[in-house]
């Protein structure tokens, strides 16, 4: 009898393998022998066991061998599947700069690829790390990726915030002239605009460059806006102040005055401001106007200088026509050239009683050397026949009425004998076409045929000049008929006029003349 009663034997296994997921276990083909050589039935069956997560098991396969006489024996591999690999991320944000805190974008949700099945879980976090100021750090963003083993992968992205704008500034302030310095207004309040949120401070600074006077100066005034990073931006506005106003004059005041040299008025205490309200300076000036002395009348002129302390200045003019009260109508000699005792002339005959004495003799025509000013004579031998102005000068000096006396005097061979006919000026007369005193009537020339009447106004220049004065068709009638003169025929103002009047005698054929004033009315 034959018996089968031995199972049937395997060929060694492979150990038991780790692999990673996602691969598959693969298995080896189990080899059975049977010592009877009986045909052997070989199957497998295979067994999962789950690990601690999704991507980890083990899986056992058993083989069975039963030969034809129903003896069986049975062998197993196992192979286990683990899950090591992190998740893979798929993209990452690009690092940032960005000027404020409110231009950090939220956090975006990101996404990775895990080699195993099963959940990734995803965690973002912030990292700060702080800055100078508010606007000025940076932030590391971190995703954290999860998958169900626990296998961990991680992302960071930076975010710089950095603010280096400066603040916005508003329209600056108009530049200014003024004329003071009271004028200069306060710094305005003015206020900037930031890119970022948060407080913008602001400072005002005036530079001021003086000038030459307390009203003379340029002001640079600056406001500077700092943001919380110390971002700055100024604009400056340019205030000019220049006084050039002069002070003024207040209350009233006469720029003309006539008074008798006995009773000019003192001065006036004037008062002047200044625009600016400083303090003024005045210089007050007065003298004779030396032009305008005539025997008659002379002009006192007053100044006031009045500077403010910029150098701006007004000046006041007063005029006051002084007369002087005691008028003086000269008789004009002949002096005699061959007479001995006119080589000392006492000049001082001449003058009218009371003139003040002190005066100075000035001859117009006359040389210098026959003056002797030491005993005020005159030495008429060593002057020619013809005819000569002398003038007596009275200064302030001299006299409370500085005035200057005129006269002309006639040198001759011999101080010959009038004729019968005297002469006489009628030294006022009304040129009004009324048919009375129309003309100057000079009463006897009608003796003298051979004469020459001329007539100067006050300032010296010859406004008629006529030779056979007649009292009828040659007449002075109020009219420019010099022979200088521009404007002839032209009315003559009324005023007073100086005469010159030469006429020659008959029996000694000698001329003699005779000067004055006279006076026209209209």
Known sequence: NFQDITAPVFAALPEPATINCPSLPDFVQAVATDDCSLPIALTFADVTTPGECAGSYSVTRTWTAI?????????????????????????????ITVS????????????????????????????????????????VRTWIFTDACGNTSSTNQTITVSDQIAPVLPEAPANLNLSCSSEVPAPVSLTAVDNCSGNISVESVDSIVQGDCPNSFVITRTWTFTDDCRNTSSMSQTITVSDETAPTLTGDFSEELTAACSSIPTPPELQFIDNCGGQVTVVFEEHVDQGSITQETYDLIRTWTVTDTCGNSTVITQTVHVTVGNFFSADNPDLCKNDTAYANFNLMSLLPAGTEPGGQWVGVNIPGNTINHANNTLNVTQLGVGYYTLQYI??????????????YVHVVNNCGVLAECTINVFNGFSPDDDGQNDVLVIEGIECYLENNVQIYNRWGILVFDKSGYNNTSVVFSGKSEGRSTLNKNEMLPGGTYFYVLKYKDNEGGNWHDKSGYLYLSR
Do not use: H, W
Not at 67 to 94: A, F, K, L, M, Y
């Open 67 to 95: 030969d034809g006489c129903g003896n069986s024996s049975s062998t197993s591999q196992t192979i286990n599947i683990q899950d090591v690999g992190i998740p893979i991320i798929r993209q990452t944000p690009e690092n």
């Open 394 to 407: 009275l200064t302030t000096e001299q006299s409370s009425c500085p005035r200057k006396l005129e006269f």
């Open 100 to 139: 404020c805190s409110s231009e950090i974008p939220a956090m975006v949700s990101l996404i990775a690829d895990d080699n195993c099945t099963g959940i990734i879980s995803v965690q973002g976090t912030d990292t700060i790390t702080t800055g100078e100021c508010a606007n000025s750090y940076s932030v």
